[in-house]
């Protein structure tokens, strides 16, 4: 029986590296892997791969014999033939599935953000801060009359948000986190101009602490995978990170009664 080459042994356990990560780990977990991790993950196994054969000469000589016989020898004629053809091909497709047009996606009926119901009185677990219009961060008037309080607050805030909140909305607050794109609604970008400055501190103390779950009827269906926070982090932390949110943007929210 002829014995396998090392380079195909190589190829063959790359390849199923791949169709694990891509297949097997997202429906075991029920989340797709995003393919960012995947290409992370790849690139070491592919490392890996390339230190097993180097350890020694007479591995690596074995491990390029195929490659080298391909380019070089009149009998692989056929091969580098069908490779030539093949590639093009190959390179053509993934071009083509990353450029073209996609279809449009049905509507979604889904608001921009979810609407706070008529009436609404603004709450931390069971305890009522108030309605949404009279409730101001507790700690934002700290920016004028004790500064430097203010930063621990804002650095508080920003322990908060990299403890807990990253891993979706990302390192710079982009919505572009390790899991975002496996996420629908993907999640909210606080970069964009359109969201902090439409908003009050309020509404998003309320999008915070209830998370997706958490929603009212009359917010869904928002209800996306954003954990109801409130089980998890104080009433402080909550308000901290809404502060660090507008520093590290640089984005003031809106106060009541600004806009329609």
Same mark, same amino acid.
């Given at each position: 029986m002829k014995r396998v080459s090392l380079f195909t042994i190589c190829f063959a356990i790359f390849i199923a590296c791949w169709v694990f990560l891509r297949f097997v780990i997202g429906s075991v977990i029920s989340v797709p892997i995003p393919s960012s991790v995947i290409s992370m993950y790849m690139g070491l196994v592919l490392i890996a791969i390339l230190v097993h054969v180097s350890v020694e000469d007479s591995r690596f000589r074995e491990f390029i014999r195929p490659i080298h016989e391909t380019l070089v020898d009149e009998n692989r004629k056929n091969r580098r033939i069908i490779l030539a053809v093949l590639i093009p091909l190959l390179l053509l497709g993934y071009t083509y599935t990353n +450029?073209?047009?996609?279809?449009?996606?049905?509507? *979604?009926?889904?608001?921009?953000? @979810?609407? @706070? @119901? =008529? /009436? $609404?009185?603004? %709450?931390?677990? *069971? !305890?009522? +801060?108030? %309605?949404?219009? /009279?409730?101001?961060? @507790?700690?934002?008037?700290? &920016? !004028?009359?004790?500064? &430097? /309080? $203010? !930063? =621990?607050?804002? /650095?508080n805030g920003r322990r908060v948000y990299y403890d807990n909140c990253f891993y979706c909305h990302g390192d710079h607050l982009d919505g572009q986190g390790h899991f975002a794109h496996g996420l629908i609604p993907l999640p909210a970008n606080f970069q964009d101009p359109g969201i902090i400055p439409n908003f009050q501190e309020a509404f998003f103390f309320w999008r915070i602490s209830k998370g997706g779950p958490g929603l009212p009827p009359a917010g869904t269906p928002w209800n996306s995978a954003m954990p109801v926070w409130e089980e998890v982090l104080t009433e402080d932390e909550i308000w901290d990170v809404i502060l660090f949110l507008s520093q590290y943007t640089g984005h003031s929210y809106r106060t009541f009664g600004e806009g329609h």
């Open positions: +450029i073209a047009q996609k279809a449009n996606p049905a509507g *979604d009926p889904r608001v921009a953000h @979810p609407v @706070p @119901p =008529s /009436e $609404f009185k603004l %709450t931390y677990k *069971d !305890k009522v +801060i108030g %309605t949404m219009q /009279e409730v101001e961060n @507790p700690h934002r008037h700290l &920016e !004028k009359d004790k500064p &430097e /309080e $203010f !930063k =621990s607050h804002v /650095e």
